[in-house]
């Protein structure tokens, strides 16, 4: 027992198995019983508490025993299967049962992280995305989405495959249930005006119904290029009007609230929280200070950090566009104090923020803000911390060249959309400008101006007949002069006249 909690210490004896088709740990090959202390080295690194590192301890021991192969023997798909239907068989309780196959989940894990092996992506389930279309009509979006995936990073094929499916095939399975679509030479714009219509009596916005047609436009040029007939009048439909919207203002008090809310959750005792706490510190500062995107967040790694030149690389993100982006120093000491409890990378992927030994989920940065900005009482998404970089830069005076080329847009028109021009700099261009227009205006005190004399007009007007003027300008030159003399103003006065003025 351990003085401090009254808990047993954590071992790797032998004990005999209950369950007589489990091999006892003393007669495994060593190799696996180093792997068994390395697993459990893992879960500790990772913030496991005492209670999921045993109960997950006891589920690899389950699986290597049952199993008896060397580690690298261990396909963690076919054979870790046959240890859960092992398990459905036995006597333990619903409860545990579950815990086992969570513990086996993360055995599985380990070994794909141990073998150097990516964990293959979930399976596609084909027929829900093709239910109702033909055979022509499904080979067409298989090799469509094959095409594709051959230019997406191998992380974010899965992810990237289920977008194009569900942007492309929901009109697709529309109209072949509604419009009796069998042909691709059958898709003409009729249809997918009927199709918008029945979209739009849904409240469907005109964002998600450019989306996809902009989708199915894309494939129908690539069936095109394959030398396949489609009806040519599809490709001059045009988009629908779209409202932009453009991220709301954050006022600089609001991302006080929350950066003290993460500064809160840093003083913690617990462990685990502790350490989200600060990796949440470092990569909100990175999205407020160097404008990254979250997909930018969840894909950095240890490679891109620059250190000595205090900047990071940013590789193939939004449009496979690569740039440089500087660190400033709270963002720099907020990563330093990060990496020093994330643990050793030889331990964790190479990406540099992670959660259960994994890199971040695409929901990841929304769920844990969310949770700060109700603490803070205030909404903030992850987008407007990336918005707020681009407007307090150019509130600071910051061309707006270079704060396109922080954010990474390719067009200068979108970094004006995404970082409008708020008070700060709008007012303080306003009274510059008026300070430069009033000085025009205002005169010195001490100089008065002199009303002219009548002599002295009928002597302008005089002058414009010097020039080259038609008749009707000669007109009006002598309206102007006629008008001058019928007036009644003040004769210039002469010295002696002033003079007896004083007097």
Same mark, same amino acid.
């Given at each position: 027992m351990t003085r401090s909690r009254g808990l047993r210490r954590t071992h790797t004896k032998n004990t005999t198995p209950r369950d007589p088709a489990v091999l006892s740990y003393s007669k495994w090959p060593f190799v696996n019983?180093?792997?068994y202390?390395?697993?459990?080295?893992?879960?500790?690194?990772?913030?496991?508490?005492?209670s999921s590192l045993n109960t997950y301890s006891v589920a690899a021991r389950l699986g290597l025993g049952f199993l008896n192969l060397p580690?690298?023997?261990?396909?963690?798909?076919?054979?870790? $299967?046959?240890?859960?239907?092992?398990i459905h068989q036995g006597i333990l309780s619903p409860s545990t049962q579950r815990e086992y196959l969570v513990g086996l989940d993360k055995l599985a894990e380990f070994l794909y992280f141990r073998c150097q092996h990516r964990k293959p992506d979930p399976k596609i389930h084909w027929e829900t995305y093709t239910k109702g279309l033909t055979e022509e009509w499904t080979?067409?979006?298989r090799a469509y989405l094959t095409l594709r995936s051959r230019s997406w990073p191998p992380d974010q094929v899965h992810r990237r495959s289920l977008n194009l499916l569900c942007s492309l095939t929901p009109p697709l399975r529309w109209l072949a249930a509604n419009r009796d679509l069998k042909t691709i030479l059958d898709l003409t714009p009729e249809l997918w005006y009927d199709y918008l219509e029945y979209r739009l009596e849904a409240h469907i916005s005109p964002n998600t119904l450019n989306r996809e047609l902009y989708g199915l436009h894309a494939f129908l040029y690539f069936l095109n290029d394959q030398g396949t007939?489609? /009806? $040519?009048?599809?490709?001059?439909?045009?988009?629908?009007?779209?409202?932009?919207?453009?991220?709301?203002?954050?006022?600089?008090?609001?991302?006080?609230?929350?950066?003290?809310?993460?500064?809160?959750?840093?003083?913690?005792?617990?462990?685990?929280?502790?350490?989200?706490?600060?990796?949440?510190?470092?990569w909100v500062l990175l999205m407020l200070h160097c404008g990254l995107r979250t997909m930018e967040v969840r894909r950095l790694k240890f490679a891109d950090l620059d250190w000595d030149n205090r900047r990071i690389r940013i590789e193939q993100s939004k449009g496979l566009k690569d740039r440089f982006v500087f660190l400033s120093a709270p963002v720099i000491a907020a990563l330093k104090a990060y990496l020093e409890i994330r643990g050793t990378r030889e331990s964790f992927p190479e990406e540099v923020f992670i959660s259960r030994h994994q890199p971040l989920g695409s929901r990841y940065c929304q769920i844990r803000l969310n949770r700060y900005s109700k603490k803070a009482g205030v909404h903030i998404s992850p987008h407007q911390l990336r918005h707020c970089?681009?407007?307090?830069?150019?509130?600071?005076?910051?061309?707006i060249l270079t704060v396109q080329a922080i954010l990474g847009h390719k067009h200068i028109d979108t970094t004006l959309g995404y970082a409008r021009l708020y008070d700060g700099t709008v007012a303080a261009d306003y009274y510059?400008?008026?300070? $430069?227009?009033?000085?025009?205006? /205002?005169?010195?005190?001490?100089?008065?101006?002199?009303?002219?004399?009548?002599?002295?007009?009928?002597?302008?007007v005089d002058a414009l007949q010097n020039g080259t003027l038609n008749e009707n300008q000669l007109e009006l030159v002598h309206s102007l002069r006629s008008g001058i003399q019928a007036l009644k103003l003040p004769e210039p006065q002469t010295l002696a006249q002033v003079e007896l003025n004083f007097a």
């Amino acid at each position: 027992m351990t003085r401090s909690r009254g808990l047993r210490r954590t071992h790797t004896k032998n004990t005999t198995p209950r369950d007589p088709a489990v091999l006892s740990y003393s007669k495994w090959p060593f190799v696996n019983q180093n792997l068994y202390v390395q697993f459990r080295r893992w879960l500790t690194e990772g913030g496991y508490g005492f209670s999921s590192l045993n109960t997950y301890s006891v589920a690899a021991r389950l699986g290597l025993g049952f199993l008896n192969l060397p580690y690298w023997k261990i396909d963690p798909k076919k054979d870790l $299967q046959l240890v859960r239907e092992h398990i459905h068989q036995g006597i333990l309780s619903p409860s545990t049962q579950r815990e086992y196959l969570v513990g086996l989940d993360k055995l599985a894990e380990f070994l794909y992280f141990r073998c150097q092996h990516r964990k293959p992506d979930p399976k596609i389930h084909w027929e829900t995305y093709t239910k109702g279309l033909t055979e022509e009509w499904t080979t067409q979006v298989r090799a469509y989405l094959t095409l594709r995936s051959r230019s997406w990073p191998p992380d974010q094929v899965h992810r990237r495959s289920l977008n194009l499916l569900c942007s492309l095939t929901p009109p697709l399975r529309w109209l072949a249930a509604n419009r009796d679509l069998k042909t691709i030479l059958d898709l003409t714009p009729e249809l997918w005006y009927d199709y918008l219509e029945y979209r739009l009596e849904a409240h469907i916005s005109p964002n998600t119904l450019n989306r996809e047609l902009y989708g199915l436009h894309a494939f129908l040029y690539f069936l095109n290029d394959q030398g396949t007939p489609v /009806c $040519q009048r599809m490709f001059r439909l045009s988009m629908l009007d779209e409202t932009k919207r453009f991220p709301r203002d954050v006022p600089v008090e609001l991302l006080r609230k929350i950066l003290a809310e993460i500064e809160a959750a840093k003083a913690g005792k617990n462990a685990y929280l502790l350490r989200m706490a600060v990796m949440d510190y470092a990569w909100v500062l990175l999205m407020l200070h160097c404008g990254l995107r979250t997909m930018e967040v969840r894909r950095l790694k240890f490679a891109d950090l620059d250190w000595d030149n205090r900047r990071i690389r940013i590789e193939q993100s939004k449009g496979l566009k690569d740039r440089f982006v500087f660190l400033s120093a709270p963002v720099i000491a907020a990563l330093k104090a990060y990496l020093e409890i994330r643990g050793t990378r030889e331990s964790f992927p190479e990406e540099v923020f992670i959660s259960r030994h994994q890199p971040l989920g695409s929901r990841y940065c929304q769920i844990r803000l969310n949770r700060y900005s109700k603490k803070a009482g205030v909404h903030i998404s992850p987008h407007q911390l990336r918005h707020c970089c681009a407007t307090l830069l150019l509130n600071a005076g910051a061309p707006i060249l270079t704060v396109q080329a922080i954010l990474g847009h390719k067009h200068i028109d979108t970094t004006l959309g995404y970082a409008r021009l708020y008070d700060g700099t709008v007012a303080a261009d306003y009274y510059r400008a008026m300070i $430069q227009i009033e000085s025009q205006f /205002c005169l010195p005190e001490d100089k008065q101006v002199e009303t002219p004399g009548k002599g002295e007009l009928l002597a302008m007007v005089d002058a414009l007949q010097n020039g080259t003027l038609n008749e009707n300008q000669l007109e009006l030159v002598h309206s102007l002069r006629s008008g001058i003399q019928a007036l009644k103003l003040p004769e210039p006065q002469t010295l002696a006249q002033v003079e007896l003025n004083f007097a």
